[in-house]
């Protein structure tokens, strides 16, 4: 498990790039944390440090942005919106987990039993002038993930 506190949003966008550093293909990371704590900044800075150099925004709407990157591709998912599991189901998001992949899913536990357990959890909490992250590996993968970045 690793901690950290941020105290902005670019420290965030660094963080999220240090992670990538360290994913591989297959990891699957459940982003955790109420709304406005940074799930979508640490997903932009994990896309920034997989070479993305566009524009990322909240899935929210779509429920999945895609970024096809030179070796792999990452779905970046928001399930905010998402009121049955089911749904995931049919629209045929759990395909995309596993392989050459990288997914981020955004409120994971409203699609859980749709999809996979988590490689990589990662948690955050604000404060007034701050947010608090943390990372727990779950799997194998996960921990050989973790091992990369520490």
């Known amino acids: 498990m ?5 105290h902005s949003e670019e420290e965030t966008l660094l ?7 360290g994913l591989k293909a297959g990891t699957f990371c ?10 979508t900044c640490i997903s932009r800075g994990i896309l920034r440090g997989m070479g993305h150099a566009g524009h990322v925004k909240s ?7 895609i970024y096809n990157l030179k070796t792999l591709t ?5 399930f905010y919106r998402i009121i049955d599991p089911i749904e995931i ?27 996979p357990i988590p490689d990589i959890t ?4 604000f404060n007034r002038d701050s947010r608090n992250i943390s990372i727990n590996a779950i799997s194998q993968l996960g ?7 520490l």
């Open 2 to 6: 690793m901690t950290k506190t941020l």
């Open 15 to 21: 963080f999220g790039e240090l992670i990538a550093k």
């Open 30 to 39: 459940a982003l955790e944390g109420p709304l406005g704590a940074g799930k």
């Open 59 to 65: 899935p929210t709407y779509p429920l999945v942005e």
């Open 74 to 78: 990452v779905y970046h998912f928001d």
């Open 89 to 115: 189901l049919e629209a045929g998001f759990r395909d995309m987990f596993g392989g050459e992949n990288i997914c981020l899913v955004e409120w994971a536990d409203k699609g859980k039993g749709s999809i």
């Open 122 to 125: 990662i948690s955050l909490t």
């Open 143 to 149: 921990q050989q993930c973790l091992e990369e970045i």
